[in-house]
């Protein structure tokens, strides 16, 4: 019985709860646009003989005076009929009555035309109103992370209050103290005054960096993440934004001024947008996902406090910790409940070699990688030029996990998604592959090149477990968000020093590893992890390496020549203490004005921000800087307003805010059958001074109808597409 109950309140919260209020917030959407036609319908003398919402069959109304109030069959909109109002047939004989629509001056009709999108625009100030009133959560204006290579990582950054203390070095020796300091010699004064002025001068350093705030853009405050998300999107592709950032370093806050541009990046629904290069910051909070089993030793809701000892007051810290890491295991301390628990973590060392290169044929070519899919892959080189290569003879950055002296480690299984193939298959968290397909042991680039080979049909996979090699496991790999996946998250297999692949060209390459080969040895020092075989080859000093390898059972001694930085960098690798799927909240921040005339203000601000962006996007989707891809039809903006209907119900109202004034703008367009189509032919008729003949009406009215049919089908395929690309 309790599981009964607990399912049905699963079902109201996840689906029926958001459902309704989908259903609920969108009849008032289309009753307010259509609430303002009737309105100043009535109040400029017109008959109204229908109001009505939805179209095709009424289902149920009542009459009033000389007005049908009624709710028809398909929810995808409504309507209000005016006496005199026929879109495509000549009047009869209303055009004698000075009630009818046709019959009014151009200004009222006018009036009556733009009065539903003037409606839908306060609607949604009066919404965002309501949410700034009562307080909501957004995503904090910080910086989390920056992508290598970006806009944002170039960014030049002016300091104008003198000199931060991370531009200058530190000096050598304590300054003397005012009792002990030697004369001043003139030459010295002026020097010293020099100094001095030169550490007045703003300073200028380069690249954004996690922690930073962004206090506005372009002069203009920056409330949430969202906004900085916005702004690339819809930018032009050599526009540069002023950035006002405050960064703070050892309890004093420091503000800048950087100027960051953009570039095309990949979005996640296989499209390309513009970006700074910038993601938001998390919080402190474990936030374990729920659509897989993860196998971590933290809970939803445990709050990170410190790492060996040193306390972590942000998530930007973490990183900085990292930094110290040799890849040994480290204590966490979490706060679980109001208690202290200590775990030991095991971090996972990622990078290497590959960093942002790409390598063919065992040669390293240098180059921003700007297209990987298919079966290509398009580089800018260091001197501008682009070049393609053959995917299957190109490897880049994010096709490994781990290279160190060209060995790839084996795969460990993180977490598996629910109803995936692997969850179908048997895998569980915690096991390695060792075998798949009869390849031997993959690595990460070897899974998806097996996946894309075996979507469809299917094939073996084995793995060890606790220790344990278990019997083959047959898994068929399915075609999702655009690539063949089997629904895991993968890392590295830090605990066993096993080599997966060699990379061909590669130092291990020379010396004859061999996949398969087990490190045991390194100069005579016993190593187990991999782990073990960064520290002792970061501890190096020969310019020769010993490998004690296990092959087979069998005991090999294999040379690493030239050992040094061109082979071995340590500065190339990441120690990350969270690299197994441990994911952590966004870090959000309370949008909250208890003034009302504050709120209003806000709730406008907010409202003119989205008619722009709404604009800008369609500017940017003729000029090509938005992708089509990115736009989504009523089926996603359905299964939006499910998932925001989870989060609670103002939330809801934000995102209803957000439709009402999308569907102001859309509606407002010189596109004919919508009111901007009519705004244009009442415009024309007022400088003809007559209606534009009827057969021209007619027929543009066609043309319009065809094209919003048109777009309404190839959006909703778009979202079903996206439904099923996604889905297992």
């Known amino acids: ?108 009709r006018l009036a009556v035309v733009s009065a539903g999108v003037v409606m839908n625009v306060i609607f949604a100030a009066i919404l965002f109103v309501i949410v700034c009133l009562a307080g909501f959560q957004q995503t904090a204006p910080v910086i989390g992370s920056v992508v290598p290579g970006s806009p944002a990582a170039n960014a030049e950054i002016v300091w104008p209050n003198g000199t931060p203390p991370w531009t200058q070095p530190a000096p050598a020796t304590e300054p003397a103290t005012q009792a002990s300091r030697p004369a001043t010699s003139a030459s010295q004064a002026a020097s010293q ?7 007045s001068r703003p300073a200028v350093t380069r690249g954004l960096q996690p922690g930073d705030r962004i206090l506005t853009i372009d002069g203009k405050g920056v ?91 942000n998530s930007w810290t973490v990183e900085r910790i990292e930094r110290t890491l040799d890849g040994r295991p480290v ?53 501008g030029q682009e070049r393609t290569l053959a995917r299957k003879d190109a490897s880049v950055r994010e096709d490994e996990l781990l290279d160190i002296l060209g060995m790839i480690p ?41 996946n894309e080979e075996a979507a469809g ?126 994911n952590f909240k966004t870090l959000e921040v309370t949008i909250l004005k208890r003034n009302p005339l504050a709120a209003i203000s806000w709730g406008v601000g907010e409202t003119w921000d989205f008619i722009v962006m709404t604009y800008s996007t369609i500017r940017g989707l003729m000029q090509r800087t938005v992708s089509t891809k990115e736009v989504i039809g009523p089926v996603g903006i359905g299964g939006l307003a499910i998932k925001v209907g989870r989060e609670g119900i103002k939330y809801f109202i934000y995102f209803m805010a957000m439709i009402s004034v999308s569907l102001a703008v859309m509606n407002f367009l010189p596109i004919p059958v919508v009111d901007g189509g009519l705004a244009v032919f009442l415009l024309v008729e007022k400088i003809r001074g007559k209606p534009a003949p009827r057969k021209v009406m007619n027929a543009v009215q066609m043309v319009g109808l065809a094209l919003l049919l048109f777009v309404f089908v190839a959006v909703t395929w778009q979202d079903i597409s996206r439904l099923i690309r996604n889905a297992w």
């Open 1 to 108: 019985m309790a599981s009964f109950l607990t399912n049905v309140g699963l079902f109201w919260s996840n689906w029926l709860w958001p459902i309704i209020q989908l259903i609920i917030g969108l009849g008032l959407v289309i009753f307010v646009h259509e609430l303002g036609h009737f309105l100043v319908a009535k109040a400029v003398k017109i008959k109204v003989e229908r109001f009505a919402l939805g179209f095709g069959p009424r289902l149920a109304g009542i009459r009033r005076g000389e007005t049908d109030y009624c709710i028809n069959l398909l929810p995808l909109g409504g309507y209000v009929k005016m006496l005199g109002q026929e879109d495509f047939k000549p009047l009869e004989g209303e055009q004698s009555d000075p009630r009818a629509f046709n019959n009014k001056s151009v200004s009222a």
């Open 193 to 199: 005054a020099s100094q001095a002025t030169t550490a």
């Open 223 to 313: 409330p949430h993440f969202q906004k900085l998300f916005v702004k690339a999107v819809l930018a032009d592709p050599d526009q540069v934004f002023a950035m006002q950032i405050e960064r703070e370093v050892d309890g004093v806050k420091y503000v800048g001024q950087a100027s960051v541009g953009v570039e095309e990046r990949r979005s996640e629904s296989g499209g390309t947008r513009l970006a700074f290069g910038l993601g938001p910051a998390a919080d402190t909070t474990f936030d374990v996902p729920d659509d897989g089993r993860l196998r971590l030793p933290f809970r939803k809701g445990d709050r990170l406090i410190a790492i060996d000892g040193r306390s972590v007051p």
């Open 331 to 383: 204590t966490v301390t979490i706060e679980r409940n109001g208690q202290l628990v200590d775990t030991v973590v095991q971090p996972v060392i990622r990078g290497g070699d590959l960093g942002d290169v790409v390598l063919t044929g065992g040669t390293r070519v240098y180059g921003k990688v700007l297209q990987k899919d298919g079966g290509k892959v398009v580089i800018r080189l260091e001197d």
């Open 410 to 450: 084996r795969i460990q299984v993180d977490a598996v998604q629910s109803d995936s193939p692997a969850d179908k298959a048997g895998l569980e968290p915690g096991d390695v592959i060792v075998d798949y397909a009869d390849r031997g042991a993959s690595t990460l680039r070897g899974l998806l090149q097996i």
């Open 457 to 582: 049909s299917g094939t073996t996979i084995r793995v060890s477990r606790e220790g344990k090699t278990l019997n083959s496991m047959w898994v068929e790999p399915k075609a999702r968000s655009g690539e063949a996946q089997i629904g895991i998250i993968s890392s590295v297999d830090m605990a066993n020093a096993v080599v997966a692949a060699v990379r061909p060209g590669s130092a291990a390459a020379k010396a004859k590893v061999q996949p398969g080969d087990a490190i045991e040895e390194i100069d005579g020092r016993p190593v187990k992890t991999w782990a073990d075989v960064f520290i002792a080859l970061k501890q190096a000093r020969s310019t020769e390496v010993t490998l004690g390898m296990n092959r087979n059972g069998q005991r090999e001694k294999l040379t690493i020549t030239d050992f040094g930085p061109q082979v071995f960098d340590p500065g190339k690798y990441r120690i990350s203490v969270f690299g197994g799927g441990a």
